[in-house]
């Protein structure tokens, strides 16, 4: 039964820093693309990073690019999402999701969610 569990959000303040993570159950990472999405309320949802199945590439929105990373544990199981430089705008429900064709707008699997909210 494939799960995935995020966690590591919070309230920070803008410029800071929070490490989301993704634990996976069921499938290994080698198996599966692994995307972050997130939804802020009132707005659709959207595509925040990915890394890809078979050589572990990477992929970002221009809104975050140069401020999170993707990377991936495989002995845990587990994909984290660092982000730095926190801004009001980040906040939303982020969501991790794993689809076994690869990165795509409409991944197979999802979380339940974890709550980031950036305000001073």
């Known amino acids: 039964q494939v799960q995935l569990v995020e966690s590591g959000g919070g309230l920070v303040q803008p410029g800071g820093s929070l490490k989301l993570s993704c634990a996976a159950s069921g499938f290994t990472l080698d198996d599966s693309a692994i995307g972050w999405f997130r939804q802020a309320p009132g707005k659709e949802r959207e595509g925040v990073s990915c890394?890809?199945?078979?050589?572990?590439?990477?992929y970002y929105a221009d809104s975050v690019k140069g401020r999170f990373t993707i990377s991936r544990d495989n002995a845990k199981n587990t994909v984290y999402l660092q982000m730095n430089n926190l801004k009001p705008e980040d906040t939303a429900h982020y969501y991790c999701?794993?689809?076994?064709?690869?990165?795509?707008?409409?991944?197979?699997?999802w979380g339940k969610g974890t709550l980031v909210t950036v305000s001073s």
């Open positions: 890394i890809s199945r078979d050589d572990g590439s990477t």
């Open positions: 999701a794993a689809d076994f064709t690869g990165c795509t707008v409409s991944m197979h699997y």
